[in-house]
């Protein structure tokens, strides 16, 4: 089974600073991997998720991630971070076609300050 | 367009009660599923329902049970809760792809005391 390990709990940034969010996994064959954002007091929405094909992910919001094999990581990246991006942001995979085998990891606080 | 609805938004028990967590979605997807978040911990799935009329364990069912009434509505029940029950629990939907992405409710916060 996959696990996911999200190496900051908690990133405090500033307004229009740029933020990267770590998100490593166990090694696999193949992988499929996912970024969801939970806003206060709402459900988890996808932000981006990479299936295969370009290593370099766009997703919403201005929000991309990059997918390296070798470091069997998945890092999440924004050059210019909003108040409004102030949410928890959870790294998840799989390592089948499965929905039902999405790991999730325990989450990063992002708080973006004025 | 509603999505992934879930009722109550907010419950306390005692221990030793029993409670349902009802869910519904209005996408047509075939799977749904139950997780409980805890500090932490990420999500943790509880069951999951491939389709309609199948279900099955997922990481943590202990504790409970689940019923796919039909193919919008999943439901999951604590028949005795327990303190280790405070949780917030989730509802998705999704295909039973990995290209689907999941579609959550707003959650149920539940305190057992």
């Known amino acids: 089974a996959q696990s996911v390990t999200q190496l900051d709990s908690q990133v405090p940034v500033f307004e229009e600073a740029p933020v990267e969010l770590r998100c490593n996994y166990s090694s696999s064959v193949s992988v499929y991997l996912f970024w969801y954002v939970q806003y206060p007091n709402q459900g988890l929405q996808l932000l981006l998720k990479y299936l295969s094909g370009s290593t370099l992910v766009k997703g919403i919001n201005g929000f991309e991630a990059e997918f390296n094999k070798s470091q069997t990581s998945f890092h999440l990246r924004k050059p210019s971070v909003h108040i409004s991006d102030t949410a928890e942001y959870f790294c998840?995979?799989?390592?089948?076609?499965?929905?039902?085998?999405?790991?999730f990891g325990s989450g990063t606080q992002l708080t973006v300050l004025p | 367009n509603a999505g992934v609805t879930q009722t109550p938004k907010f419950q306390v028990l005692k221990t030793g009660q029993s409670m349902t967590l009802q869910c519904a979605q209005d996408?047509?997807?075939?799977?749904m599923y139950w997780y409980r978040q805890d500090p932490g911990m990420g999500l943790r799935l509880i069951y999951y329902s491939a389709s309609e009329g199948t279900t099955d364990k997922g990481e943590v069912p202990n504790g409970y049970n689940v019923s796919r009434l039909n193919k919008r509505e999943f439901s999951l029940r604590l028949e005795s809760a327990a303190p280790s029950q405070t949780s917030v629990y989730f509802c998705?939907?999704?295909?039973?792809?990995?290209?689907?992405?999941?579609?959550f409710g707003n959650g149920t916060r539940l305190t057992v005391t």
């Open positions: 998840a995979v799989s390592d089948s076609g499965s929905a039902r085998q999405l790991t």
């Open positions: 998705a939907s999704s295909e039973w792809t990995v290209n689907s992405p999941l579609h």
């Open positions: 996408m047509n997807h075939n799977s």
